[in-house]
């Protein structure tokens, strides 16, 4: 009798704690309140979308970055090449302004090999007004 009690009180604590857990995640996985959500507007002074797109390509010493625009902004862009031997010189490239819906190629290398390449973005200065009325 002592070990069919024993049997009984182990199942029953095992359906126990099974039921606890399956009622546990059902609570955790309701769903919130349906309450409407609240409609956000852009943010006026918020950023836009912004940076060209670019892809890097290594090959050997070289180092070449393709990058297409497709934002309203113009994105100044630079390449920057780490050389992997201590003696060799590491490079950046001058600044290239990209237009909106355009594209440039930018090129480096090292003497040896290449130990990172990556492309950094800024906007672009707004063109100072010329002065004269009407352009």
């Known amino acids: 009798m002592r070990a069919l009690h024993r049997g009984f009180a182990a199942y029953a604590s095992v359906a126990a704690l099974l039921l606890g857990t399956a009622v ?35 090959e050997g010493s070289r180092v070449s970055a393709h990058c297409r625009n497709p934002y309203p902004r113009t994105d100044r862009i630079r390449l920057h090449v780490e050389c992997d031997r201590w003696w060799d010189l590491d490079t950046d490239s001058a600044p290239v302004d990209v237009a909106p819906a355009d594209h440039a190629t930018l090129t480096a290398r090292c003497w040896k090999e290449v130990r990172s390449a990556w492309v950094t973005h800024e906007p672009a200065a707004a063109p100072a007004p010329s002065g004269r009325p009407g352009t």
Request: negative net charge.
């Open 24 to 58: 546990a995640a059902e609570v955790h996985a309701a769903p919130a309140p349906a309450e409407e959500p609240a409609a956000a507007a852009p943010a006026a002074d918020g950023p836009e979308d912004f940076g060209a797109s670019c892809h890097t390509i290594v």
